[in-house]
């Protein structure tokens, strides 16, 4: 039986997708460059960087490391805007019950994100002292599909990774989990991916037992 769940943030505890979305828009829109929901699927579990990396694929001129970082600053602002907009209520529906069981039979948990707003975001839906420990953006050098993030929670949880749970709607979450040696659930777009150990469309439609077993 596994000791510890780690859960990446976005897609599995509450969905910013959209406001994500939006911010990353208003960013291309003002460069002129083309954006749209098929693009902004690929930057799910990967860096701001990576992600304005990916969007430039279809820029028309060159963007020095400095305008970069500028139009990088600038989408996080944005985004960082709309998290105000956040409530208890934007938790994910059945997640909260699945998590106070696991609480109640003593399981550890953790947050593995990739993103530096995490604590932000926690504490916006009322998760802010929920954990028993939060990695994320602010503590890593490397993003998914590099395990760094949940070894690192694991670390925090002081569990080795082969007693840990991730639980992950990416595609290169699960890649990082599996690198990690860590059992890996898939839920949301990484319901499909193969290489998950266990699958569920959400996390709130698996059994907190099966999840550990």
């Known amino acids: ?20 979305y939006k911010a990353w828009k208003q960013m291309a829109d003002r460069e002129g460059i083309y954006f749209d929901q098929v ?39 944005l985004y960082r805007e709309s998290l105000s907009t956040l ?25 593995g994100s990739s993103s530096r707003n995490t604590p932000a975001i926690l504490k916006q839906i009322g998760l802010g002292d929920f ?33 840990c749970v991730v639980v992950e709607d990416a595609f290169a979450g699960i890649d990082a989990a599996k690198a990690g040696g860590m059992k890996a659930l898939g839920v949301g777009d990484a319901s499909r991916y193969e290489k998950a150990d266990i699958t569920a469309p959400t996390l709130a439609e698996i059994a907190p037992e099966k999840l550990i077993e």
């Open 1 to 20: 039986m596994k000791k510890g769940v780690i859960f990446d943030l976005d897609g599995v505890i509450v969905s910013t997708d959209g406001l994500h």
């Open 39 to 77: 693009i902004n699927n690929r930057l799910r579990g990967v860096s701001r960087m990576e992600s304005l990396a990916i969007i430039l694929e279809r820029a028309e001129k060159t963007y020095t490391d400095e305008e970069k970082l500028e139009m990088a600053s600038m989408k996080n602002e």
């Open 87 to 111: 409530t208890p209520n934007d938790i994910l529906p059945g997640v909260t019950p699945v998590l106070e069981k696991l609480r109640a039979m003593g399981v550890k948990l953790a947050i």
């Open 131 to 163: 954990f028993d420990a939060v990695a994320d953006g602010n503590q890593i050098q490397n993003s998914k599909p590099d395990p760094e993030v949940f070894l690192l929670a694991a670390k925090l949880l002081g569990l080795p990774p082969e007693e």
